[in-house]
């Protein structure tokens, strides 16, 4: 599936890898991959949360609030709950709904909030937005021909 994804959505879910080892849990879950795609460098999805008020540090704050600190670090692959690979999984079907042959860090964030909320929503209800916000937000920018999104 990976092979559809754009060089900046790649970039993101190794970012999601990086966060979970960060703040020491065993499983990537959506909200890592949410803070992947804010934190990947040109990430359309970024600019649309931006937009939202929703910024990587208060979402990496909000996180820990919410889902703490492992105990222990991590070794080797740490691998995607069963959560994360539904979101990977209806980011694909974002983007095949909207006949896109790729996957870009806006269909990743498709997937993230069309996906079970508990996860996604527990980190930005408290920021002020919600998952219906950012799908009309990302399905904006899709539409929107005089604004940069990721090919």
Do not use: W
Not at 122 to 144: E, K, T
């Amino acid at each position: 599936m990976f092979e559809r994804f754009t060089n900046t959505a790649r970039r993101a879910v190794v970012l999601s890898q990086l966060e979970a080892r960060q703040l020491r849990h065993d499983s990537i879950a959506p909200r890592h991959l949410l803070l992947g795609v804010m934190t990947a460098e040109s990430a359309t999805a970024a600019d649309v949360l931006g937009e939202l008020g929703v910024q990587p540090e208060a979402a990496r704050t909000q996180v820990i609030a919410t889902y703490g600190r492992g105990e222990d670090e991590p070794s080797g692959h740490i691998p995607f709950s069963d959560s994360a690979k539904e979101a990977l999984e209806l980011s694909l079907r974002e983007a095949l709904a909207l006949k896109h042959s790729y996957i870009g860090t806006l269909h990743l964030l498709l997937g993230l909030v069309a996906g079970p909320p508990e996860d996604i929503a527990a980190v930005l209800d408290p920021l002020g937005v919600d998952c219906d916000a950012v799908r009309q937000a990302a399905m904006d920018r899709l539409s929107a021909s005089d604004l940069p999104t990721e090919p």
